[in-house]
């Protein structure tokens, strides 16, 4: 008969919450089976826990990724996006952004398997980007300084209530400044890309596709 593992009774799992807890607590916690959906970060000693999505941070996933495929496309960018992929630097931290993204010159880097990206032996995302509803206090904190010791270039975090786009530039110094246009996407401008989710709520993608096709045509 095949083991399960099942979470340290020690711990409290309260999701949306940062949460004391070693390396070897977090490992029985992911490979439980009864977390086989859940989104899990570990970072600094804790980890964070996030079990399901509502319609509009599942909607906005989708906008997002359809929004930047065409800017890509249209300014013949190169790459490859990934959707809730783990990556893990063993005993020190792990997470799993709702999309990332390896961009021109890092594309052959991209990983491949189903294995859970390994960062020791596989270089980091250019950018992550995280869909935030009740989770937002920690998308701009704990998970911005777990995005900037994983050393991606640039972090993003969509208010999926707001429909507000924080962004960030990771410094070499594992610090990070705002920033209103992306550089990991060389043109992309964070207003049109929050008049495109303001649109999406009355128009459906199709029609909001050739919108934003439009207005990066003018651009």
């Avoid at 593992?5 to 020690?10: E, F, G, Q, T, V």
């Avoid at 070897?24 to 999505?53: C, D, H, R, T, W």
């Avoid at 490859?80 to 594309?107: F, M």
């Avoid at 649109?199 to 207005?215: A, H, K, M, P, V």
Wanted: aromatic fraction near 10%; charge should be negative; charged fraction near 20%.
């Amino acid at each position: 008969m095949t083991a399960i593992a099942l979470a340290p009774k020690s711990l409290n799992l309260i999701p949306e919450q940062w949460t004391s807890a070693s390396w070897q607590e977090f490992l029985q916690i992911a490979e439980n089976p009864e977390y086989a959906q859940a989104k899990l970060y570990y970072y600094q000693g804790s980890y964070y826990l996030e079990m399901g999505v509502g319609a509009n941070h599942a909607f906005d996933n989708t906008v997002i990724i359809i929004l930047i495929s065409l800017f890509g496309m249209t300014k013949d960018i190169p790459n490859k996006g990934l959707t809730n992929c783990s990556y893990r630097k063993s005993g020190i931290s792990e997470s799993q952004p709702d999309i990332s993204y390896y961009l021109s010159d890092r594309l052959t880097q991209a990983p491949q398997g189903n294995s859970i990206v390994d960062l020791n032996f596989i270089s980091p995302p250019n950018l992550v980007i995280e869909i935030a509803s009740s989770s937002i206090a920690s998308d701009l904190g704990g998970k911005r300084l777990l995005y900037e010791e994983m050393e991606v270039d640039e972090y993003w975090v969509v208010d999926a209530q707001n429909l507000k786009i924080t962004a960030f530039r990771i410094l070499s110094n594992c610090g990070s400044e705002r920033i209103a246009e992306s550089q990991a996407i060389a043109g992309l401008k964070f207003a049109l890309l929050e008049e495109a989710l303001q649109l999406s709520r009355e128009i459906d993608n199709s029609q909001l596709g050739s919108w934003f096709l439009s207005q990066i045509k003018l651009s």
